[in-house]
């Protein structure tokens, strides 16, 4: 069982930065692989970037690449997403995920333990 909370969001005009985190709590947390998504409004909700559980894989939905990185921190039970470059279109949800597996996942029914979401707002 893993638990998580996502922390960092908020508003930030375009070209700017944020951090999320997230802290996940459980034993198995550093045997995990982990994920960011993201939900905007009528939309579906898709991933951003994953992260095998020692950290050495990293993957990025395109519309990223270049612009976030995902990292984790395996002693403090901690994943974050730094996001670069932000533009009004990643305005949304962002939702830590972690899956029962230690390799990266890329779609949404691959995680089986989800955050509670942190809203980022981009302003033109």
């Known amino acids: 069982q893993v638990q998580l909370v996502e922390s960092g969001g908020g508003l930030v005009q375009a070209g700017g930065s944020l951090r999320l985190s997230c802290a996940a709590s459980g034993r198995t947390f550093s045997s995990v692989a982990m994920g960011w998504f993201r939900q905007a409004p009528g939309k579906e909700r898709d991933i951003v970037a994953a992260i095998s559980w020692s950290g050495r894989i990293t993957d990025y939905a395109d519309s990223v690449k270049g612009r976030f990185t995902i990292s984790r921190d395996n002693a403090k039970n901690m994943v974050y997403l730094q996001m670069n470059g932000l533009k009004p279109e990643d305005t949304a949800v962002y939702y830590c995920?972690?899956?029962?597996?230690?390799?990266?996942?890329?779609?949404?029914?691959?995680?089986?333990?989800w955050g509670q979401g942190t809203q980022v707002t981009v302003s033109s």
């Open positions: 995920a972690a899956r029962q597996e230690s390799y990266v996942g890329w779609g949404r029914r691959d995680y089986n333990y």
